[in-house]
C-alpha cells in the first residue's frame, strides 16, 4: 500500500514539474527597446517587420522611439524580433542596421541624416 501511495506522489509530482515546463514555454512576454527612425512611414515599416510569427501587440513610439513587443516566447525571441527591424534598415537596441539595408529606406525616412523630421 505505501509503495501505491509513493507512486501516486512521484507522478503528481512528475505531471506538476511537466505542466510547469509546458507553461514556461508557452509564456508571453514583453520587451521594449531602442528603435531609431523619423516619421509615420518608418513606424509602419518598424511595426510591420517586427510583426511575425508569435508577436502578438507591436507599437513603436516616434518621440520616444522606443517599441513595445508583447510576444509568445516559445515561437519567437527579441533577438529575431531585432533581426527583422535592422533587414527592414532601422537600428535596433544597441545594434546598427546594415548599410544596405539603411540606404533602402525611402531617403525623407534617413534618421541617420537628418537633424529633424
Do not use: P
Not at 527612425?37 to 518621440?63: L, P, S, T
Amino acid at each position: 500500500m505505501l509503495k501505491t501511495y509513493l507512486i501516486g506522489i512521484v507522478t503528481v509530482f512528475f505531471f506538476i514539474l511537466s505542466n510547469e515546463a509546458e507553461a514556461q514555454n508557452n509564456r508571453i512576454d514583453t520587451a521594449k527597446f531602442f528603435v531609431d527612425g523619423v516619421c509615420d512611414m518608418c513606424k509602419d515599416r518598424i511595426e510591420n517587420a517586427a510583426y511575425q510569427r508569435g508577436v502578438k501587440f507591436v507599437e513603436w513610439d516616434k518621440n520616444k522611439r522606443e517599441i513595445t513587443v508583447i510576444y509568445k516566447t516559445k515561437r519567437t525571441s527579441v533577438e529575431r524580433i531585432k533581426m527583422n527591424i535592422l533587414a527592414a534598415g532601422h537600428d535596433a537596441g544597441d545594434q546598427k542596421a546594415k548599410k544596405e539595408d539603411y540606404m533602402s529606406i525611402d531617403e525623407c525616412c534617413r534618421y541617420r541624416e537628418l537633424e529633424t523630421h
